[in-house]
C-alpha cells in the first residue's frame, strides 16, 4: 500500500477535463513538502510532468497543471488528447520514510 | 542534453548479487544528487536509495537497507548500485534519476530508461 494513494483509474474524452488527486498525511504533503508529478507512457520511462506542486518543466504543455492544499494535491489536464493516454505518478518526501510515490493512476482517452 | 544509460542488469539466482551501473553525460555529474528507482513488473515507482553529489550521504529505502549499496565515481560521470542478498521481490526494472534542484523535498528531473533485474532460481 502506497503512502500517497491515487485513484487507480480515471478515464474522459477527447477535450474534456480529467484531474486525479494524491492524498498524504501531515508527515509528507501536509508538512509542506512539495508534490511532484510523472506521466509514464506506455512502455518507456518516467518522464517529469509537474515539479514543485505547480511548475511545468519545459515542452510540458500548459493543458497540465498542479495544485496542493492541505495534505493532498491535485494534477488537472484539460483538452484532452488521445496522446494523454498513460500511468501518472504522484511523489513527495515523509519525514519517516524519505521518497514517496503514489500508486498511480491509468488515464484512460475514452 | 541530459542522458543516463543504465547497465550490468540480468538474471540472478536468490541470495546473489548483481552490481548496476549508469553512465551520465549531458551536465556536470558532480553536482547533482542521483537516485536509483525501482518498477516491478506491472507495479508503480519505488524510490530505492539516493547519493549526495559528493557522494559522502547517502539514502536507503527500509526494503533495500544493508542489502543494497549506492556508490558514484565522478570522475567516470558513473553511478553505481551494489545490490546483495537478492530475493524474488527485488525484481524490477531499475531506473537511474538525477534529482531536481529547489524546492522543498527532492524529485526527479531525468529519468534513464531502466534495466531489468530478474531474481529467479
Known amino acids: 500500500q502506497s503512502v500517497l494513494t491515487q485513484p487507480p483509474s480515471v478515464s474522459g474524452a477527447p477535450g474534456q477535463r480529467v484531474t486525479i488527486s494524491c492524498t498524504g498525511s501531515?508527515?509528507?504533503?501536509?508538512?509542506?513538502?512539495?508534490v511532484h508529478w510523472y506521466q509514464q507512457l506506455p512502455g518507456t520511462a518516467p518522464k517529469l510532468l509537474i515539479y514543485?506542486?505547480?511548475n511545468r518543466p519545459s515542452g510540458v504543455p500548459d493543458r497540465f497543471s498542479g495544485y496542493k492544499s492541505g495534505t493532498s494535491a491535485s494534477l488537472a489536464i484539460t483538452e484532452l488528447q488521445a496522446e494523454d493516454e498513460a500511468d501518472y505518478y504522484c511523489q513527495s518526501y515523509d519525514s519517516r520514510v524519505q521518497w514517496v510515490f503514489g500508486g498511480g493512476t491509468v488515464l484512460t482517452v475514452l | 542534453e541530459v542522458h543516463l544509460l543504465e547497465s550490468g542488469g540480468g538474471l540472478a539466482q536468490p541470495g546473489g548479487s548483481l552490481r548496476l551501473s549508469c553512465a551520465a553525460s549531458?551536465?556536470?555529474?558532480?553536482?547533482?544528487?542521483m537516485s536509483w528507482v525501482r518498477q516491478a513488473p506491472g507495479k508503480g515507482l519505488e524510490w530505492v536509495s539516493a547519493v549526495s553529489g559528493s557522494g559522502s550521504k547517502t539514502y536507503y529505502a527500509d526494503s533495500v537497507k544493508g542489502r543494497f549499496t549506492i556508490s558514484r565515481d565522478n570522475s567516470k560521470n558513473t553511478l553505481y548500485l551494489q545490490m546483495n542478498s537478492l530475493g524474488v521481490d527485488d525484481t524490477a526494472v531499475f531506473h537511474c534519476?538525477?534529482?531536481?534542484?529547489?524546492?522543498?523535498?527532492?524529485?526527479?528531473?531525468?529519468w534513464g530508461q531502466g534495466i531489468l533485474v530478474t531474481v529467479s532460481s
Open positions: 534519476a538525477r534529482e531536481g534542484v529547489g524546492g522543498h523535498g527532492p524529485h526527479v528531473d531525468y
Open positions: 549531458g551536465f556536470t555529474f558532480s553536482t547533482y544528487a
Open positions: 514543485s506542486n505547480n
Open positions: 501531515s508527515s509528507n504533503i501536509g508538512a509542506g513538502y512539495d
